[in-house]
């Protein structure tokens, strides 16, 4: 295998850097990405294993909302379809063990006991270290110029090399553009803050789980205090978030603008943090209309195998989706069903 990576391994350029992201089983995008989740934890203990790292820390996680709502209806439904286990925590129950949390009458939540905070430069650096020591050749220094895919293969271009290939996955992230053109995706700036209050220890992954909640204008989303950091929060979909032409505009510390709506969600939602961040990082989510990922080959270039406009909620999903994009490159197919993430569904 023959790698090209634009910047250092585990950098905190695109959209993989920052300390942790949520893992949940608890699939509310949709029953279709139930069987790529439960194959992703199989792979991730994997990778702990073999890397002798831990990657996943267990907090467990929760969803909050109204019983009626979609976050809800939708967590439960593809909870019980991925046989996950969890379990419909009654607003009572609900504020007497999760007390963090601001009160929101009818506000009930699902439970999901297996759920935790991964840490995503630890995986990225065990996954390439396993990689190389297993032979794969890894170019950090300059990234891929061109593809051209051809009738047998594909030729892959960088600033010193060309190299020619049975077949090339394509992973850049918010840059796949660069590189693809034709595949309708955006790039929406989004921040990582980081919070603190006077009982940091209630904020600790073995008293608060990481979280989704869509209580009407109180949406974002948070993971517990892991490395001393304080609790990072973000705002969810009805915040305003910018939309950027390529990565290179994304190149500026987190401002005023980026706060104002996570702050306003920490004011809303958490009585007992001080609602300015104690720190905070820019990141960019590439995103795809119907905010599911791009999995596949296309017709038109059957040698590619695409992996991208993961819309925010890529990287749980990373370690099996490793697996997917090396099975289609190898063996021309996967186990795992693919026809919701076609990068031909945007042909019209
Ligand atoms: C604020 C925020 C919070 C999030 N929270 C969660 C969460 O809790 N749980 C979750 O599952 N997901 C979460 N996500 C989403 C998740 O982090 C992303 O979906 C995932 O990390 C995307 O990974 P990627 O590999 O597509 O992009 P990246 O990690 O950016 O990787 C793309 C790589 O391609 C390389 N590259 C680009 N162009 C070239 C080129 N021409 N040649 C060679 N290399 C190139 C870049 O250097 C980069 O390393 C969050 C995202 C953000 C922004």
Known sequence: MWASSRYAIAHDKGSSHGGSRIFRRTMFEGEHYNPIVARAEELWRKLEKEAGTRLLQPSGGLCIGPRDGELIVDALRCAEAGGVEHELLEPDQLAARFPQHAHIPGDV?????????????????????LATAAGAQLRTASGVTAIHPEETGVRIETADEVVTARSAIVATGAWFTDLLPDLPLRIQRSSLMWFTGADRATYRPDRFPVFIRESGPVDGWGIPDVDGRGVKLGAGPSAPKPWIDHPRDNDHPVDEKDVEPVAGFCRAAFPGLTPTPVDARACMNSKTPDGDFVLGSPEAAPRLVLAGGFSGHGFKHASAVGEIVADLALAGGSSIPLERFSPDRFRS
């Open 109 to 129: 939540g699902v439970y999901e006991p297996g759920a935790g905070v991964l840490n995503p430069e630890a995986a990225i650096t065990a996954a390439f270290g």
